[in-house]
């Protein structure tokens, strides 16, 4: 639940304790206004009671201020059957009927010249004979076909018409025609049975009067769909919504988090406990590179935990906790942040080809800490962020993120055209090839990081469209939390694939030969000659194709009589049984010339 949620109910807790006497996930507000009664959310439907919950929508208004009020719900594909559409007297055929713009409160007109859309009924549409005395104040439903047959929704419309009482309960007209229909009578005001606290039960919806003249509407949802509560009056009044889902507090369409991240944290559990398992048998050849990349792994086990831990507790008790947000934002935002920067300082050639990027690695360190304030960022709109309040502001949350993403790729990208040159011109069959495979998958996720980001902007922008809502609410989690962490996954697990640890891991280390031995030789002589000369030369250069070390001192010239040449008993097909070091080889100095 976003924080201006909480805000908002805790406001009105403070002006009216019933429209907030707790804090539900989903919940709408609805005031007197164009377009303020109208409030829509998804749900899933539930025929039966889960754990002693049932998927609903309760609405609770309020006797102050006492307002005459007409409202109804109903699944959003029938919508376009609230209100009757009448042009020149007649009642439009149903293939002409499209959604309307507006519902019961709002302009009635549609746009095509001349048609009427008739949303309430009133002496007017009695007249026509749109309704009956019994329907006055309630919202029209078309609910009869062109052939004059009853009409099949999707899910059961209530429409009624509210009147409430200052000094005690008051009544409905759906509740009054039921009363009159039981007691066969034509009037009630003799008995004034609506004046004592009851509850009543119609098709589709139970109605609870508290006291205080205070109205529940329980409105069983028994089928899945994006529900709508539209509720309008000539007077000022205030109501509340709730939709409940029978698993549980967390909005519909952020209950399939849960499942993803749970999921997410077994995956990552069972490949550390698989890595873990490869890097034992080969232990004595691991590779500093894959114990990190373990820790890596770990650590995303662990994320992944911790946020189906927030959506679970969130689900329970129908709002986060601040210090387990928090904390899961900052592990979320740093798994990231240290992933990509591990991705950059190997397609840079750390540890593969390079013994270290010098100042390169500041630069490094510094892109991964803005990253990390990006992921912060979005981390935090995602999850105090009303996911029905959408609009340009939502973008603010989306494009620092990706901008910092788009320049880690587009670095490391140009990291790995570097380092495959480099690998090239040096003959390293096995290494460039890993390169030349970690350059197409960068390319492939840079390419569906595109498309995120594109897509991501319309739908974040049109997702304030009814229409568009009703169509993508059970798809509206793959846009705030599955795309991003599918995709590192996949692209993750492709490169723990290659560089999984095998007894061939030799292959990636310094030490790797060239693939002409002749062609190195003379490669070797030439830049050890140049680096000599200018001690920068060959700084970016592997310690085996120089043939030195770090702390060799320069050559010094010497004479014949200095000349030693060092055998290997092992080449000479003996080995020494002498526990001295000093005797593992023989020196032969040759005679002098004379």
């Not at 990552?268 to 490869?278: D, E, K, L």
Request: net charge negative.
């Amino acid at each position: 639940m976003a924080l201006g949620r909480i805000a908002r109910v805790l406001l009105a807790a403070a002006t009216t304790s019933l429209l907030a006497s707790h804090v539900l996930a989903e919940t709408g507000f609805l005031t007197n206004g164009l377009g303020d009664g109208f409030k829509c959310a998804g749900v899933y439907g539930s025929r039966s009671e889960r754990q002693g919950r049932r998927s609903a929508i309760e609405i609770v208004i309020p006797p102050v201020p006492p307002s005459d009020i007409a409202i109804a719900v109903f699944d959003y594909p029938d919508s376009r059957w609230i209100g009757i559409p009448v042009k020149e007297g007649t009642k439009l055929p149903d293939e002409k009927v499209g959604l309307p713009s507006s519902y019961i409160n709002g302009d009635p007109y549609s746009e095509s010249a001349g048609v009427h859309r008739f949303t309430v009924c009133n002496n007017e549409t009695m007249t026509m004979g749109l309704c009956t005395e019994t329907d006055r104040g309630r919202p029209l439903i078309n609910d009869r076909d062109n052939n004059g047959k009853p009409r099949l929704f999707s899910s059961i419309i209530y429409s009624d018409y509210v009147m409430l009482n200052r000094s005690g309960p008051g009544y409905t007209r759906l509740e009054r025609n039921k009363w009159l229909s039981a007691h066969n009578k034509s009037d009630d005001h003799s008995d004034q049975w609506w004046s004592k606290p009851r509850s009543t039960s119609l098709e589709g919806a139970t109605l609870e009067w508290l006291p205080d003249g205070t109205l529940k509407i329980r409105y069983l949802v028994n089928t899945t769909g994006y529900f709508c509560v539209d509720a309008a009056s000539l007077r000022d009044f205030t109501a509340r919504a709730e939709w409940i889902n029978s698993y549980g507090l967390l909005p519909a369409s952020e209950y399939p988090k849960m499942y993803i991240y749970l999921v997410l944290a077994i995956a990552y559990s069972g490949i550390a406990i698989a890595w873990a398992f490869m890097s034992w048998r080969v232990w004595a050849e691991i590779l500093p590179v894959q114990n990190q990349l373990l820790g890596l792994v770990c650590l995303l086990a662990v994320d992944m935990g911790m946020n189906f831990g927030f959506w679970k507790h969130y689900n329970s008790t129908g709002a986060p906790s601040m210090v387990y947000s928090v904390f899961t934002l900052v592990i979320d935002a740093g798994r990231n942040s240290l992933s990509f920067f591990m991705l950059l300082v190997v397609a840079l050639g750390w540890g593969v080809v390079r013994p270290s990027l010098g100042k390169t690695m500041i630069r490094c360190v510094l892109l991964a800490i803005i990253h990390f304030a990006a992921g912060c960022l979005y981390g935090a709109g995602i999850l105090f962020r009303d996911p029905h309040e959408s609009g340009p502001l939502g973008l603010v949350y989306v494009i620092p993120l990706s901008l910092s993403m788009t320049l880690f790729y587009t670095w490391t990208l140009s990291a790995i055209i570097g380092t495959t040159q480099l690998l090239a011109d040096r003959q390293q069959s096995y290494k460039l090839a890993m390169y030349n495979k970690l350059w197409r998958l960068l390319l492939v996720c840079l390419a569906l990081l595109f498309a995120f980001f594109v897509l991501n902007i319309l739908h974040t922008v049109f997702y304030n469209l009814v229409s568009v809502a009703a169509r993508s609410w059970k798809w509206r989690w793959f846009w705030t939390d599955g795309w991003l962490n599918i995709e590192y996954f996949v692209g993750l697990s492709v490169i723990l694939y290659w560089w999984r640890p095998t007894s061939q891991n030799y292959r990636y280390s310094l030490e790797e030969l060239a693939g002409d031995e002749q062609e190195a030789i003379d490669r070797d002589a030439a830049t050890a000659h140049d680096s000599f000369d200018n001690p920068r030369m060959g700084e970016n250069l592997e310690l085996d194709d120089l043939g030195i070390s770090t702390g060799m001192p320069k050559p010094v010239p010497i004479s014949g009589d200095d000349v030693r040449f060092v055998i290997h008993e092992d080449e000479l097909g003996f080995g020494s049984d002498d526990d001295d070091e000093d005797e593992h080889h023989r020196q032969i100095k040759p005679a002098a010339q004379g």
